[in-house]
Each structure stands twice: as C-alpha cells, then as structure tokens.
C-alpha cells in the first residue's frame, strides 16, 4: 500500500520539448479565444499562443525554429504548449503591395468583445496603424454601426514603417 501512495504523490514526468520550424506571416488574422484578438498568421494557420524570445514584427515573414514544450496541467483559459525560440531561420520584409484578409465579426462588438478595429483612431488593437479612403471608411463604419460581418482587405504600402491601406470592405449576407 505504502508504494501506491508514493507512487501517487511523485510528480508526472515532463514531456521533453518539440523543435519544430514554423513559418511566421507578415500579417497578424483576427481571431477568437477568451475575446477578440489578433493572432499571428502561419502557413498552417492561427498561431494564438506568442513566441518567447520573438515580438511578433508586422511587415516581417519570418521561418523560426522552436522549442514547443507541454505544460503539465495548464488553466482551463490557458495554453497546454510553450513556444520558445530557438533560432531565427529567414527574416525578410514583404513586398510592399502585398495584401491579406480578415473576416471581421461585428455582431460581437455588439454584445461586448472589443472589436479588432477603432475606426476613430484609424488603428487595429495591437496599434498597428492604418489608413482607408472615404468610400471604403464609411462601409466600414457601417458595418461596424450595424453589427455586420465583413471581409476586410489590408494592403502593405510600406511594410516595416508604414501604415496598412485598407482597399476593399465587402459585408457579408448574415
């Protein structure tokens, strides 16, 4: 009897940590979890979780090496990985011109997530700045207004400095 109570009072062993090569986008997606956030996108996928060592750079697509290590019994609201960064395999700025799209839900901002957007200021919600011409504002502010859900269009004028440009807003059939 003596060795089960041992055996349960010892601690799990910890998986030993993953290298893994992840292709990081210059672009973060909008994307959900506890609220309303921004995600770095990945060729394969959301990355919701951040690198250690690595601040994500808008502008930037950057290849990493990485330790991805399990956490034992994570919070509920809580990631069960660590990411970690080994090494900086390729870091070039996109081409200026080069564009990607959100799916925006409004309807949310309607029931109390913040909304990826402040239209007054012009700045997504990690401040990353951006500009729109009048028309594609005002469908915007529309959307916004109304709890609509659209697909946004951001282009890259300059990548690393500059702010985004907003080109194109379509709202889509509820």
């Known amino acids: 009897m003596l060795w089960i109570l041992t055996a ?5 062993a910890a998986s030993p940590p993953v290298t893994r090569d992840i292709v990081i986008e210059g672009h ?13 996108a990945t060729e394969g996928g959301l990355m919701y979780d951040p690198i250690e060592g690595l601040p ?13 290590t399990p956490v034992e019994n994570p919070p509920a609201d ?4 660590v990411f970690s960064l080994i090494e900086v395999l390729s870091d070039e700025p996109v081409t200026p011109g080069t564009s990607f799209e959100w799916s925006a839900d409004f309807r949310l901002s309607h029931m109390g997530y913040t ?12 401040g990353r700045a951006f500009t729109c011409a ?6 915007l502010a529309s959307a916004i207004a109304a709890g609509q859900r659209a697909a946004i269009r951001f282009e890259f004028a300059d990548p690393i400095r500059g702010p985004l440009h907003l080109t194109a ?5 509820q």
């Open 8 to 12: 349960l009072a010892l601690p799990a």
């Open 28 to 40: 973060r997606l909008v994307c959900m979890g506890e609220c309303i956030s921004l995600c770095a």
């Open 56 to 68: 994500f750079s808008w502008g930037r697509r950057r290849t990493v090496r990485v330790a991805v």
């Open 78 to 81: 809580a990631s069960s990985v």
């Open 115 to 126: 909304s990826p957007i402040d239209l007054s200021t012009r700045t997504l919600s990690d």
């Open 134 to 139: 009048e028309a594609e504002c005002q469908v």
């Open 169 to 173: 807003v379509r709202v889509q059939a």
